[in-house]
């Protein structure tokens, strides 16, 4: 908790000191009764079987019954003995009125519930003498800001999560953020009062809480400044942002955020589609009044019954709606309230007042908001229809009928429809409805299966719910609506429909009975919800509720850097799209011009093959392919002769062909004659001493050098170097060594040769040989894969020799 004191710097007077001591008597009393959170529990209503409201005899009746049913000396079931703890625990629970009250204000399910049975009330600090008073004058009382209001309506988040916004799907809820020695909260609080006199009765619920103890809760709801007032709705929170706490603006600001077209208008045009529009499996309830926009109050009835019926708002006054009232005999002055089911000739009921009250409202449609023959379609609709009642003498009986959402079937509705809304029974022990077998295939399998029934279909069930698993059930064989959908003529349908009716009266009539019992049990699965949204229906309204919070949320200050990240975020995506395109433009046009290249003799376009560019390496272009080469880049040049040119290129473009794709080579030829004198000042270069250099142009012929320009080396290959045959002179030198080991002189046959060729060998090899000009770079590719390894010899020079013409 957070207490917020005024504090001075320097010397204190009498009046300062006399407030800092009524600051801390605030805090410790504060301190003293403050209510702690406690852990949340099971519900103890659903354990037991019973609603929120329900009595201390419907309690223990609830009690016994699930005792008797999970005992672990009476039930085989393996969980029966945890169920049986849990439906103890849950009874202790309900039966003692204070603990049950702390259960349903807090949400306090352990034994401690004494110590939270009152709220925390402040209102006992008027007692004290008024500091304030005393120092500030009379025009500033405390007693005339009744802050003790926001104390008693104060709840914790642990009931916003467990009851507000639970019950916001069908009430709007209010809630005032306050905290302690906020001034404009206390000037707030009267206006708040009139607010809650005005709107509580017509069913919206007020709550107030302190932002000084729920901090986490008013960063969640996106509280800004207080006093702040926010509406739950639907789940949903919206904060209201005017400065003015006035109720016809806060009236204003509940009309706008509850959902679209609650009342939608109808006319004498629109009056017949409205009230036949019922397939939806909801009633249809008309609001009529004198004005030309339906009250707040019906709003929110319209926004608390949306999931069973379905309004329509009609302006008495209106030229429009003359028909309507004289069809329905309606007075022009005074609000009315008609609720109409499949019968859209005469309302089931209505009521006409000069302003009806929400609790009457409530009431009557409470009892009429089902169809007499409603379709179930979820699992909250069979709660509804067909509740759960576990007292065998006042069971429930819900009368079924299976049928396929075909039109085919619409004789076999409509005359199930015609047996519910002639049947005498009571709505609180019999109704009647009718379940699609292809959507709520689990449900009707788990009938079918335990009864050893093959065929469902036009087939009448009446089950009686004892629990939310456990169904008593049994199948009306001779009660079949089969005959009916196919029956032609009237007198054969009529004589059918009465023989239908006939069985399944006596049916209802021997089973509501407590003497009989159902023949089958079943256990169920929940049902299908036919009515909820699919995937891109949730998607699309995530997004406009997204696009609605930030419309709210966002100011000024935040707008301006969005559009800051969004405009950034498009340039960057536009810039890329635009580098793409002129990419692809570029593409096309190297296709365009390589669809343009001449074609071979049999009209086939070449294809398109990588350039291997062979230079010649002269004055002119020296600094170009030695001197100035960047890091990394290294040009390959070949010595030739006039004589050997013709043999020796062609060979020497073959070996290097692999590498042309390599951007840090270039490949070069030149003639010996033209730089010889160059080729003699790098080898001289290249020497430890400095000596003069006789060199003979013809055996320089298929000499390879690698020139780094950058780091001022060379490699050689050459057909008489000795780094050619290296590799075969290791190889020799091993099969010498394997040929004379004394335990295994064949040592050296996997090799292709034992020990006495081996000496014939190294001779033959040590022999000089005579090789020709086509023979000169037979070596070039080993020696360029070494090259590329850096296992070649490199030869370092201090600068690069100029390159001069003979």
Known sequence: MKIFCPQWKGRRSTAEMLMLVFCGVVVLLAVGIQPSEAAAGTDPYKILGVTKHATLQDI?????????????DKSDHPEAETKFVEIKQAYELLSDSERRKAYDLYGITNEDAHLYKERPDYSSYGRFPDPFEQFFGHNFNFHDQDISLFHRLSITSKYYETNIVPKSHHTPQILMFYSDWCFSCMKAANSFKKMIDTLEPFGVTFATINAGHENQLVRKVGVHSLPCVIMVLDGHNYVYKE??????????????????????????GSIDGFLQGW???????????????????????????????????VQLNSPKSQHIQERYKVHPSLDTLLIFNEDSTRPVASISMSDIPTSTLNNI?????????PRLSSQAMLEGVCPAEWNRPRKRLCVVLVTENTATHDEARQAMRRIAMESNYSPERVRFAYIYQEKQTEFISALAEHSKLEETMLKVVIIWRKDAKHIKYEWVHEATMESLNRSIENETHELQYNNTKQKLDGAIQRLLRSSEALTYEAEVTDLLDEHAQGLVIRILNKVLLAFEYMTENLGQEHILPALSVVGTIAFILGAGYLMSYLVRIEEENIQKKQSKSPENKNGKVQ??????????????????????LKPGCRTIVLLTDMQSRNKLIPAFHKAVWPYRKNKTLMFAHMLIEKGIGWYAELLRLSLSESREMKINPRN???TVIALNGHRKYFCMYHAKHPESNRGA???????????????????GAFLGMDSSDSETSTSDISEPKILLEENLLDGLPNWLDRLFEGTTHRYYINYWPDFTSK
């Open 279 to 313: 397939s939806d499996n909801r009633v249809r309830a008309l609001i009529m009044e004198p004005r030309s926009q339906p009250r707040l109050r019906y709003l929110i009835t319209a926004f608390h019954f949306r999931e069973r019926v379905a309004f329509g708002f």
């Open 607 to 628: 294809n398109y093959v990588p350039e291997l560019r062979l230079h010649e390496l002269r004055a002119e272009k020296y600094n170009g392919l030695v001197r100035l």
């Open 60 to 72: 223990r009746r609830a009690y016994k019954q699930l005792a008797k049913e999970w005992h672990p």
């Open 729 to 747: 002179k290791r190889m020799m030198k091993m099969t010498r060594q394997l040929s004379t080991m004394p335990s295994d002189p064949e040592a």
């Open 243 to 268: 400065s003015v706490y006035n109720t016809q603006r806060v009236v204003d600001f509940i009309r706008q955020k509850l959902p679209y077209k609650l009342l939608p208008p109808v006319d004498d």
């Open 365 to 373: 449609i409470s009892v009429n908001k089902y169809l007499a023959l």
């Open 700 to 702: 320089c012929i298929g």
